[in-house]
């Protein structure tokens, strides 16, 4: 007998209406997918032809800096010149220089991120404990040390800077030259010299801020760094204000501060080449910096518990320090006894705002003895996600207050014991 088969036959059926959903999802995949991929492509392309708005260049003796300001590594073209000194294409090697390894470009520490901080601090405060005070941690206003023999006096001559102002109309930049000062006074009293570098912003908005490289051991320093800065219309040039901080370089405590050299762009005009200036260095005035801004605090204190609570409310007119014309401001408390600070807590950061509201409090435990010598210092700071946070403004109550008001809030604090007492205080620059 053969075997019987089985034969099993399956019909699918399937609806037009089904086929059609089914090919519209796979023709929608499609398309999407597509529109995806050439949108990242596209993307990549613009970021590599465009040029960033607020960019820089550092010219030094033939070298382009490009500042971390553009990226996290310094791109370092050498530019090869021939006998009659015409620069010639570039070649092939590009340096990849890290900005701290480089030099030319300092590396200053970058305050905390902007996480929340703990609100009740409990710290036993002693005359050994804390850190030594850093460069970015002075009480002491316009950065100089209140305590340094080798600051220049009222009667000392400063010395004077040259440099020279020139602007590319076809590129919009801006282009200053920090090329010498001669008469610098002495700031090192060991070598009887100084090491001398400068600083220089473009105010008011401060979005531009640029340093040379330090000079050892010389009261006659020739720097020649020239420093492009794209993005800035010519029409602008007469509101633009250029400040030089000429400064002494420290290794061991903060960096002296020689003078300061202000030149309004309204009297200068570059359009028909390069102006070589020469200005006499002035002893830095405080008082006449650029309002900052004011910061809203409320400080009380127990003097059972020995407990000091300090309530950070409110800011407001805070500068514009984003490309947005806003900012993204938090603040900064650092607790010091004497000249070593001792504790350091920060608020939450509020985006996108000249006014923000912080409402936000640090409780400190201070004995009753030690309070006279206890200072309290607020940073606004401007937090940045790509790029350095930069300092808005400072403001010191306590031991080393430096204004009348910081004084009065702080005595009314010490005199009203359990009363919280709240004030508004002008930013000073820092």
């Known amino acids: 007998k053969s075997p019987l088969k089985f034969s099993r036959q399956f019909n699918f059926y399937v609806s037009p209406v089904v086929a059609g959903l089914i090919g519209a999802t796979v023709l929608v995949v499609s398309v999407s997918v597509t529109v ?3 949108t990242c492509c596209h993307q990549q392309a613009e970021k ?10 550092h010219m030094l003796k033939g070298i382009s800096i490009y500042p971390e300001t553009l ?4 791109k370092i073209n050498r530019i090869r010149r021939d006998k009659n000194g015409t620069p010639k294409e570039p070649g092939r090697g590009n340096l990849l220089v890290d900005a701290a390894e480089s030099g030319l470009i300092g590396s200053d520490k970058t305050p905390d991120g902007p996480n929340a901080a703990p609100h009740v601090d409990q ?8 850190d030594e005070l850093s460069p970015d941690q002075s009480l002491t206003p316009g950065g100089s040390k209140t305590s340094s023999p080798s600051s220049p006096g009222d009667d000392v001559m400063l010395g004077e800077l040259t440099f020279s102002v020139d602007y590319n109309f076809p590129k919009k930049a801006l282009v200053v030259t920090i090329q010498e000062a001669h008469g610098l006074p002495v700031m090192d009293e060991h070598t009887q010299s100084s090491d001398p570098y400068i600083k220089m912003t473009i105010l008011p908005d401060k979005r531009h801020r640029v340093k040379t490289r330090v000079l050892r051991k010389t009261l006659e320093p020739v720097f020649d760094e020239t ?17 030089f901080l000429v400064l002494s370089f420290d290794r061991f405590s903060r960096d002296d501060v020689i003078g300061e050299v202000m030149v309004p762009l309204a009297g200068v005009d570059p359009s028909t080449g390069k102006v070589q200036l020469t200005r006499e260095i002035l002893k830095r005035n405080i008082q006449k910096c650029i309002s900052r801004g004011e910061l809203q605090v409320s400080l009380s204190y127990q003097p059972v518990a020995q407990r000091m609570t300090v309530v950070v409310l409110k800011a407001r007119h805070l500068p514009k320090m984003d490309i947005t014309g806003l900012s993204d401001p938090y603040v900064k408390v ?3 006894y004497g000249r070593k600070r001792i504790a350091k807590k920060k608020t939450h950061v509020k985006k996108c705002t000249l006014n923000p509201v912080f409402n936000e409090s640090f409780i400190y435990d201070i004995p009753v003895d ?11 700071i401007d937090f940045d996600r790509t790029t350095k946070n930069e300092v808005v403004g400072r403001l010191i109550l306590g031991a080393h207050s430096i204004t009348a008001g910081g004084v009065e809030h702080w005595r009314e604090v010490c005199d009203n014991p359990r009363k919280p007492v709240a004030k ?3 930013l000073s620059e820092y």
């Open 227 to 243: 420093f492009t800065f794209y993005g800035i219309p010519y029409s602008q040039l007469q509101d633009l204000v250029l400040h």
């Open 123 to 130: 710290l036993p405060i002693k005359v050994d404990y804390g």
């Open 48 to 57: 590599k032809h465009k040029t960033p708005p607020y960019k820089f260049i």
């Open 424 to 426: 508004w205080h002008s």
């Open 36 to 38: 995806f991929v050439w």
């Open 71 to 74: 990226s996290n590594k310094k």
């Open 334 to 336: 650092n607790v010091y």
């Open 370 to 380: 030690l309070l006279p010598d206890i200072s309290i210092e607020f940073l606004v």
